[in-house]
């Protein structure tokens, strides 16, 4: 039995079955989650995806918040199957140690595209792939599941986003192929282009002028660097996709963006596109993962800025 073979086994075994989704919940882990939902919910079982952080209001048009759960004191023996989709490690699910504890005895599903994956779950589905829903999208299609026009919304907007609209180094013939195969299925990209490009408000876009008048380049090492303090990131999902927007520098080698939260966090996005450089490795030091073009990690600490200078002080 293979691995796609072994996952629908569990399902179908399963009765109350809890999807996990990682911390700052983007259109992949969400549009991902959602597909199975719906697919699960389909099969009269019962089914919750649950989130460590709220769901950007961008998504709200899939409807899933029938499935939706924030709850840091949820108990996962309620469950009988647990499936992470698009979490890098278990640090991502904001439950890492609730997962310890039931591996030995609740299946735990990993299914995940990111390269530096560490296997952790019972059954690993770690495939290259443009997102996570691009391996969903695979595992439903080769067992004959029937794609409604929801489940395929739901990938689509997985591949959409983590292929930056088809233009980054995730953009292979395989998502592309997925891609045409879920429009064909009835996916709404109109809907998707709606919430996801078309989103900005005059007041998001003057935030960006500010940050980018501000962004660094060291000449040395080719690295650009773009810094968000806390008093800027009032609306942090404004600065979904800037990482990737840098990328257009020609110049750099690397691409940095450091975003200060209101809970005492860094978060740091990392990309590159070239050849000789993985970011990942990058991340790895600081306790992140990713890919080799786009990679990120979250560490405690604030930003201090000097005279010509931002430093940050550990918490």
């Not at 080769?142 to 609209?165: A, F, V």
Request: net charge neutral; proline share 3%.
């Amino acid at each position: 039995m293979n691995n796609s073979e072994k996952l629908f086994s569990q399902i179908n075994q399963s009765k109350n079955i809890l999807l996990l989704c990682h911390r700052n919940p983007d259109a992949d882990t969400m549009g991902s989650a959602g597909a199975l939902a719906l697919y699960i919910e389909s099969l009269q079982k019962k089914v919750l995806i649950h989130y460590p952080d709220p769901v950007p209001q961008m998504l709200d048009f899939l409807e899933l918040a029938r499935f939706t759960y924030q709850n840091e004191n949820i108990n996962l023996r309620d469950f009988d199957l647990l499936i992470c989709l698009d979490c890098g490690d278990t640090s991502q699910t904001g439950l890492s140690e609730k997962l310890i504890e039931v591996k030995d005895y609740l299946p735990i599903i990993n299914i995940d595209h990111h390269q530096t994956n560490p296997h952790y779950g019972n059954l690993n589905i770690v495939e290259p792939a443009s997102a996570t829903a691009e391996i969903v999208y695979r595992l439903l299609k080769n067992n004959s599941i029937p794609l409604t026009k929801q489940i395929c919304t739901c990938l689509l907007i997985g591949i959409i986003t983590d292929t930056t609209y088809f233009t980054n180094a995730g953009t292979t013939k395989s998502a592309m192929s997925a891609a045409s195969e879920l429009l064909q299925h009835g996916a709404n990209i109109k809907q998707i282009i709606r919430n996801t490009w078309k989103k900005n408000s005059p007041e998001a876009l003057r935030v960006w002028g500010k940050i980018l008048s501000q962004l660094q380049f060291n000449s040395k090492y080719k690295v650009v660097s773009a810094i968000i303090s806390k008093e800027d990131a009032i609306m942090p999902e404004v600065f979904e996709g800037m990482a990737n927007f840098l990328t257009t520098l020609y110049e750099a080698n690397i691409i940095i963006v450091i975003r200060e939260t209101e809970d005492g966090f860094i978060k740091c996005s990392l990309r590159t596109i070239k050849d000789n450089i993985d970011v990942s490795q990058l991340a790895q030091k600081f306790g992140g993962g990713g890919h080799a073009k786009a990679a990120g990690f979250t560490i405690r600490g604030k930003l201090k800025k000097s005279e010509n200078s931002w430093r940050i002080i550990s918490q």
